[in-house]
């Protein structure tokens, strides 16, 4: 039976792009397969027409598709697609729905829905095996937990105002990911064309403080003596940043940035006091807890009895966390940036009393020096072996103040926060989440939103193997999107072990030094690279030799070839479990 489709004519599938470009997309991280030979065709009318649409990226992997566009949204606030394979694709999505689900990144995900219909009565009725073993109960299901909205196109006649809804839906804040399927037949129906509304479906406008909030937040910081604000992700809209810089100084408030996924204040301002806020939790009589999900952790530090705690957020209560607690005297449900504002001119009214200010403001600066005087005590090469530490402060050389650096390096994130200090916002990023792997993808991402940026990825070894090194490279070198990675390569899995410790100090697994966590005889990491995408690769073994390395990969990536630095510290352990 022949029952291919007659090519004149419009579809739901262009439509359905068509709408895409409308609201703004401008690429589709695509991993395409036997439910979209509608779109595909309706990609190709577009290229032969010379009609604009999203540019498809094939992307080998659908995690480093999502993770690409959860990357390009971060660094340009600029929702984009990702365009998978039914049930399976959605599955291989994997973490990386976790990550942009918790960071809240908007981004559009579509993927076919099996075809409904099995006797040829409708266009796109399954003609292969693998249409009946992708027919599941619930396909969307599988994302449910983790996207702000699903639907499935039933007709072509609306599919405009499905992708609109979903838009809206991924933009308006807490934003997020959104999930749209479509079946075969569905998507092969041939509709009418249907006007360009988009600019009717407007996301909601950020919120501001209520006047009563306002005041009762001013009182409470001119009264105290020991303020602290605590923030994880002010900085996603970057405007916010200066204006929480215009608050601290009126009042010398310290920062605690606290599993930072931005850059939130400059990490060389006086009153940033680091990135452990336990001892100001304990000691603060006001705390503002300012656009970050977990402040800090109850069974590490606790704020005395009366410290008043002010909950400011987008989403305060964490409506999609099931357990969560923060005792707060208020929580607000605000956009971080209009709060500041508003604190900013109220407190431009009020009488403060200078005096205590500039003592506190000396005292918090005296406590900054001595930090990071600590800090760099750390930066000194031990023995032959690389730290940590000396490779971080090898890289603080090949980057300028503007490099786009990536963290996912784990248990040396916090070494890396310390020696690679950030100081411009926009310029520092981590996953947002706790799925391993986000980082090669998010740095194509972030390259193809801006091209001029040098993107630097930092990554433990673990996770470098997460975030599927070969999908990664393949995509750098065919879509031009050069970028520095550097290993952390600690041989193993750090964060296991160390978590293990924590809970059985002196367990059997220490004394028997038994942790199953171990990768020594470590694979050629970087070589992956090199045979994926041709990316230049070196290991590093020898702490003197790191600068020069470093210098060379940095060259090859300005001159548009990928590089992987793998750099072997200390071996985590010399167990023997396997
Ligand atoms: C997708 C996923 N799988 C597993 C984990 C659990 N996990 C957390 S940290 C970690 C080890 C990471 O190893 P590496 O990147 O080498 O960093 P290191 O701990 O050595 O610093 C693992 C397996 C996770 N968070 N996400
Ligand atoms: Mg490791």
Redesign the pocket.
């Known amino acids: 039976m022949n029952d291919a489709c007659k090519i004149d004519g419009y579809t739901s599938a262009d439509a359905l792009m068509e709408a895409l470009e409308e609201v703004g997309i401008s690429y589709l991280f695509c991993n395409l397969g036997s439910d979209h030979p509608s779109m595909i065709e309706a990609l190709a009318k577009a290229k032969q027409e010379g009609k604009k649409l999203p540019k498809a990226i094939i992307c080998p992997h659908e995690s480093v598709a999502l993770s690409a566009a959860q990357g390009y949204a971060m660094l340009s606030g600029e929702t984009q697609g990702v365009v998978i394979h039914t049930d399976v694709g959605t599955q291989n999505l994997?973490?990386a729905v976790?990550n942009a689900f918790r960071a809240r990144i908007p981004v559009f995900i579509f993927a076919g829905e099996t075809p409904f219909t099995m006797g040829g009565e409708l266009p796109g009725s399954r003609n292969s095996h693998v249409n009946y073993l992708q027919n599941v109960y619930d396909q969307r299901g599988i994302l449910r937990s983790y996207v702000k909205w699903e639907a499935d196109i039933r007709t072509g006649k609306n599919v405009k105002q499905l992708v609109y809804r979903a838009m809206q839906m991924a933009q308006s804040d807490p934003a997020g990911p959104v999930y749209l399927t479509g079946a075969r037949e569905v998507l092969e129906e041939h509709v009418e064309k249907l006007p360009d509304s988009w600019r009717e479906w407007t996301a909601i406008e950020q919120s501001s403080l209520p006047k009563r909030g306002l005041n009762e937040i001013v009182s409470a910081l001119l009264e105290a003596e020991h303020p602290v604000l605590i923030t994880s992700y002010l900085g996603r809209r970057t405007k916010a940043v200066p204006e929480l810089v215009e608050l601290c100084e009126k009042l010398a408030i310290p920062v605690v940035e606290q599993i930072p996924t931005y850059v939130n204040f400059p990490r060389d301002h006086p009153l940033h006091l680091g990135y452990d806020p336990n001892s100001f939790v304990q000691k603060a009589d006001v705390i503002i807890a300012l656009d970050t999900d977990v402040p800090w952790v109850v069974t590490q530090a606790q704020p005395k009895d009366d410290c008043k705690v002010f909950f400011i957020d987008i989403d305060p209560i964490k409506e999609e966390i099931p357990l969560w607690h923060i005792p707060t005297v208020k929580n607000y449900r605000a956009d971080a940036f209009e709060s500041l504002c508003q604190l900013n001119e109220a407190l431009a009214q009020s009488d403060i009393n200078k005096e205590q200010v500039q003592e506190r403001y000396r005292l918090l600066a005296e406590q900054h020096d001595e930090q990071r005087k600590a800090w760099d005590l750390n930066e000194q090469v031990k023995g032959d072996i690389i730290t940590p530490e000396w490779l971080t402060a090898c890289l603080r050389q090949v980057v300028d103040e503007g490099t786009v650096i990536l963290d996912?390096?784990?248990?040396?994130?916090m070494t890396v926060s310390k020696h690679l200090p950030r100081s411009k916002t926009g310029t520092y990023f981590t996953s947002g989440g706790?799925?391993?792997?986000w980082n090669g993808g998010a740095a194509i991402g972030m390259k193809l939103a801006d091209p001029t940026k040098t993107v630097v990825s930092l990554?433990?070894?673990?996770?470098?193997?997460?975030s599927v090194p070969a999908s990664v490279h393949w995509m750098s070198r065919r879509y031009q999107a050069p970028f520095l990675t550097v290993i952390?390569?600690?041989?193993?899995?750090?964060?296991?072990?160390?978590?293990l410790l924590k809970r059985y100090p002196d367990g059997v697994a220490k004394q028997t030094d038994s942790y199953w966590?171990n990768?020594d005889q470590s694979a050629d990491l970087a070589k992956i690279a090199e045979a994926a995408g041709g990316a230049y690769a070196q290991i590093v073994t020898d702490p003197w030799e790191l600068p020069e390395v470093l210098q060379q990969a940095m060259t090859e990536v300005k001159n548009g070839r990928s590089a992987v630095v793998d750099v072997r510290l200390a071996n985590?352990s010399n167990q023997k479990d396997y």
């Open positions: 994997g973490g976790h996912e390096t784990i248990t040396n994130t706790t799925s391993l792997g990554t433990g070894d673990g996770t470098y193997l997460f952390y390569n600690n041989e193993g899995w750090n964060a296991t072990k160390m978590n966590v990768f985590i």
